[in-house]
């Protein structure tokens, strides 16, 4: 995201996405589009437990994953046709500030964080609070694949086929009482392998923290990913557990979690707290509401060159309409 303290001015395009590092790759792209998404296009026959997309290392995955990868249901969600982005681009281009604030800087530090052991803090309004490990947080549920379009608040976006399981599903794993309007969630703080949280120039008071409001974090559409392209979640995604709201700009779906808890007021979120005017706790994507320094009707689709940019349309709620029902009878362009 990028946060001018000072200015008020127009950013240029460029600045709200450098695309620079697109430029080497742009000449391929040209010549072999047809080639780049056959790439990334799944090997559907005879998907067995590795290999589902043939140009991703299956890598080694924790045996809680494994188990569950044998039975995925592959596709169960899928974007309408829409091309998946090489998977290259989905895990070198990434916003992970607790890794840096370049796109490049996820990919280059997130190799040493460890994953395991992991385990989640489930508390607040629930029945059944406590800290569950990832694999006890797992169990209950059958892994799917949902191939989703994720469209930053920086007018990019990408199409990533996710691994996991709806987030409402875990939610009713831990029961949520009555008390329990909204869901916050909280990433690991790990200042010795997360180079970004021991920056002094970070505008982010860590933990990030996330949240939705608990009918939004019980439609069918909200996911918990611990996958993507057929292998385990590459920790500059956010491995092992990280949310995933199609619906709304890219920063809603938190990383690397630790903390989910169930609470009765709207959580203070990380990017509405540095910037209220400009990030909202909504975040719904609309292409009428503005970003007060760009434009939010276009994005462009990545991989895109900087020379033939690959703008598209965005669309409303990102093109995920039955959402609509959550926010009838509010001003949008008030609760962005
Ligand atoms: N903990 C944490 N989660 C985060 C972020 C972050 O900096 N820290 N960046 C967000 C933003 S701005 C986006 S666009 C997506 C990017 O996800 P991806 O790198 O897997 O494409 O992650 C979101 N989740
Ligand atoms: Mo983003």
Known sequence: MFIRVLSSSRALESEVTPESIYLSRRKLMQGSLALAAMMAMPAWAGAGTQGVYRDV???????????????????????????????KDATHYNNFYEFGAGKGEPAANAGRLQIEPWSVMIDGEVGKPGRYSIEDLVKPHAFEERIYRLRCVEAWSMVIPWLGFP????????????????????????REHMPGQRSGFSLIDWPYVEGLRLDEAMHPLAFMAVGMYGRVLPNQNGAPLRLVVPWKYGFKSIKSIVRISLVA????????????NEYGFFANVNPQVDHPRWSQATERRLP???????????????????????????DLARYY
């Open 265 to 276: 007021e709207a959580p203070r979120t990380t990017w509405e707290r540095i910037a209220p």
């Open 57 to 87: 290392d299956p890598a080694r995955a924790p045996d809680w994953f494994e188990e569950k990868l044998a039975a995925a249901r592959w596709q169960a969600v899928t974007a309408g046709g829409e091309s998946i982005t090489p998977f």
């Open 167 to 190: 987030l409402a599903s875990l939610l009713r794993q831990v029961e949520p009482t009555s008390a329990a309007h909204y869901v916050r969630f909280e990433t690991l703080v790990d």
């Open 304 to 330: 895109s060159g900087l020379f033939s940019p690959n703008v598209i349309d965005t669309r409303m709620f990102n093109g995920y309409e039955e959402v609509a029902d959550l926010y009838a009878g509010m």
